[in-house]
């Protein structure tokens, strides 16, 4: 069968590594790829975004399956567009890409169905989110409801960063219309955990468990990422485990009671404290490094599963881990997430030798292998423990050089 796989990240290189050892699968096509992507599969030149396009490609070149890996192209409507024309698609429709596009819409859903979350208000304007903030203890945190490319939460510790925040969304406009609406809600303590579910019909099929390390500096200090840094599993208590086990039943019955039709893969971020699990937001794709970071462990074939989602045959025996951890560093360009160069010349990827290299943001030009973005490369290692998946990982990525590289010292280590 012909796969194509949608984006041009480190998350898409990782479904089509997985996927390129489908016993299905003759060919892979890739909407962009990257350098890494290049070496395996075919990328062909269709932004993810150009939906009309890539229908056009779909259908001439009679693709089987259509993997999204980012969340514009879902919420632009994607999904629905190539139903409409009998192509099959992996991907929540636009109604049900709302759990990503509007955080606002997200706030609601899990406040009508009583699902735990953080206490909120949102606000369309300046001056009455600045009088509300009087409502709230430091931290806070505020969000744009829109995507903002993930950056648009910002933890304020004070009403100082939290008015300038708010000028900066509302008047000077930083995010454009996707800050047209913004949520304040209270600051979640505890630890961050990321669970990524297969949704078929509605019904939750969880992955494994997932650490994510989103602030740019050692410690979680910094501005927020998109991730820097995963590993897996991320344990849990067995309260944990129980009360997300009911987390999830009620997201189930809130989707029924919506009328919605999910399939596809639903992203939770949860924040747990003390064994109480609290939701921060939901994805509607693929989480991204923790997609690099899952697939390695998995050892069902991901076509199958995906085809078994989309026909409502899917069984929680279906999907088999290893056993083993798996720990993802993310090589940045310095400056990331802020500003940062692009077009360095990377080297050294031929001696690693015991980790698996995902592209999050490369491309080839004239034979030279560019960073083109602020995650640069994952370095994926796999072992019996989680403390020598972070020494191989460490190695190996001292062995790859290219002007202005960073990455945490700590990840794996908290």
Known sequence: MKV???GNGGREH????????????????????????NSFCKNINIEPTDIKSLVDFSKKEKIDLTIVGPEDPLCMGIVDEFEKNNLKIFGPNKECAKFEKSKKFTKNFLEKYKIPTAKYKSFENFDNAKNSLKEFSYPLVIKADGLCLGKGVIICEDEKKAIETLDDIFNKKIFGDEGKTVVIEEFLKGEEASLLCLVSNNKLFPLETCKDHKQIYDGNKGPNTGGVGTYSPSKF????????EIILKQIEKGLDDSKLSYNGILFIGFMIDKDVPKILEFNVR?????????MPRLESDLVEIIEKTLDKSLKKEDIKWSDDYSLSLILVSDGYPLKYEKNKE???????????????????????????????LTINAKAKTLELARKIAYNDCEKIKYENKYY???????
């Open 14 to 37: 990782a479904l089509a590594w997985k996927i390129s050892q489908s016993k299905k699968v003759d060919q892979i096509f890739m909407a962009k790829g990257n350098a890494g992507t």
């Open 4 to 6: 194509l796989i949608i």
């Open 237 to 244: 208590s067995q309260k944990t485990g129980e009360n997300i």
């Open 408 to 414: 945490r010292k700590d990840i794996g280590l908290n």
């Open 346 to 376: 990377i080297s050294g990827l031929e001696d690693v030798k015991n980790s698996t290299i995902f592209h999050n943001g490369t491309k080839l030009e004239n034979g030279k292998i560019l960073t083109n973005g602020g995650r640069v």
């Open 286 to 294: 693929f989480g991204d490094p923790e997609t690099e970071t899952l």
